[in-house]
């Protein structure tokens, strides 16, 4: 294909405490007060990391996150502190909670696949009957997750999280009264966009008794959007089903290929040809998104170079 995609970095920086690499981002801890977050080419889908990087995903996932994490600081402070290198973020080092706050305008996804089950709650939060898929939820709804440290993560209900000390019961009431402020702003950027946001995670840390937003928000990882247009189309005259402009359509070319991320299944092969398609679908989000225009690196830049060489000067100037 031509283009370098990053699928693991091995950086070393000054300072470096230890690296923890996740699904999409190497994060590498900096002293006991900074992280470096890489943003790589990888991506998931059923929690599994797919076998080829996808050109420019890093980049677009990074400048993404910046941005709505600019856009909301309004509501909760998080941790970014830079943004030297499109695909590298310095922020605080904060005590994450281990859980994922997922929030849900409409039934689809994990929600409607619990749904069609016959199932009308999901991690203790209810769920009308007499929905169809698409449907807006009157409010939206809170299906918190625990976060996993292999395979799949779990829904779960406010009374476990506080039962299992994942937050106390006013933090809990804190994280939910968060998430449905930055949920609403979400919804409310993208309609601005043409999009609708149909339903999203965030994380948060927290440093003493204050909450910070940490990870990445309303990007294409961590949201599912929809053409605002095809959407109310669709929930009009149930004809053609909205058009994505998510990872989602990844899980559907996935399950086509009958893997649902179950054990003993085979991954499908990654043609050239889909990975170029998802590559044009994340930029595209960018674009719709953010009304910006893409900008993909230089043909032939060292970008592993690059980015070790800007991520060092940012933090010669922090530390």
Known sequence: MGVQ?????????PGQTGVYRGKVRDVYGIGDKYIVAVATDRISAFDVILPRGIPYKGQVLNQLAAHFLKATEGITPNWLVAVPDPNVS??????PFKIEMVVRGCLVGHAWREYKTGKRQISGFAMPDGLKEYD??????????TKAEEGHDED??????????????SEWEKLAQLTHQLFAKGQKMAKARGLYLADTKYEFGKSGDKIYLIDEVHTPDSSRYFYLDSYNKYSKDRKDEPKHLSKEFVREWLMEQGFNGRKGQKMPEMTDEFVNSVSERYIELYEEMSGQKFIKPPAGQDIMKRIETNAREALGKLQ
């Open 5 to 13: 995609t990053i699928s693991r970095t091995d950086f070393a920086f």
């Open 136 to 145: 807006k939820f009157p409010e939206p709804i809170l299906t918190p997750a």
């Open 90 to 95: 310095i922020g605080y080092k904060f005590e």
């Open 156 to 169: 779960i209900s406010p009374e476990e999280i506080v039962s299992r000390g994942l937050a106390t019961k």
